[in-house]
């Protein structure tokens, strides 16, 4: 596995451990916003952690994309009874999503937070600069906002932004990964409530999926 693979499964990981704690048990649709080479992954460990999944969207501007990403999966097989679509309109399939996973480049907010459903969690992947936004203002104000780590509070164009903007506080983000793991940090406590995660990267979460994709292994095994 070289460093592009290591990086590419180590963010997969730290989307599904924070989806362990902040996503509702119950989910049963996933929306991937996004066809680039994370996507297959991060529909992988959702799937993964989250067995009562039964639908999968994938929606990215060029139609194709996403197309390719289901088709290559559906390549792969093992997802028995998962269904896959793909696109239609993004204002719509967003509210569908009991989790919703971003894994873009965009600059404009593509999830619109008064679209998300009650319960959703919000996984935020793509942005690792100031200029880029996955979501708007309104999915942070309504959400329960977790960071892997405090690196995302200074580099995460979402989070920076509304800082400045004064949508949110620093104070306001609730935890990190860590601090869920550890039980310092209460993720989900009720049923309707959204949560919303932002990763960006560190060495102690390099550790921790390093720790998860061992214990995977060896249930497997």
């Given amino acids: 596995m070289d460093a592009t ?10 989307s599904a451990l924070a989806s362990k704690f902040l996503s509702r048990k119950d989910s049963e649709t996933l929306l991937m916003i996004g066809a680039g080479t994370l996507a297959p992954h991060l529909i992988k460990a959702h799937l993964t952690v989250r067995p009562n999944l039964k639908k999968v969207i994938v929606w990215n501007r060029t139609a194709d994309k996403a197309k390719r990403v289901i088709e290559n999966l559906q390549s792969e097989g093992g997802f028995e009874g998962v269904s896959f679509e ?6 719509e399939v967003v509210g569908l999503g009991d989790i919703v996973s971003c894994a873009t480049n965009s600059e404009t907010p593509l999830v619109k937070g008064k679209k998300l459903k009650e319960g959703a969690h919000l996984d935020l992947v ?4 100031h200029s880029m936004r996955e979501c708007d203002d309104e999915a942070l104000k309504r959400g329960k906002v977790f960071v892997d780590n405090e690196a995302a509070l200074v580099e995460a164009g979402e989070l920076v932004g509304a800082f400045e903007r004064g949508v949110i ?3 306001e983000i609730v ?5 869920l793991i550890k039980g310092e940090k209460n993720g989900r406590t009720t049923a309707e409530e959204i949560t919303v995660f932002k990763s960006v990267g560190s060495a102690v979460v390099d550790l921790l999926t390093a ?7 060896m249930k497997s095994h």
């Fill in 5 to 14: 693979e290591l990086t590419v499964y180590r963010t997969a990981c730290t």
């Fill in 86 to 91: 793909s696109n239609g309109s993004l204002e």
């Fill in 126 to 129: 793509g942005s690792f600069k």
């Fill in 169 to 171: 506080t620093k104070d």
């Fill in 175 to 179: 935890g990190d990964l860590l601090e």
């Fill in 211 to 217: 720790q998860l994709a061992y214990e995977t292994y």
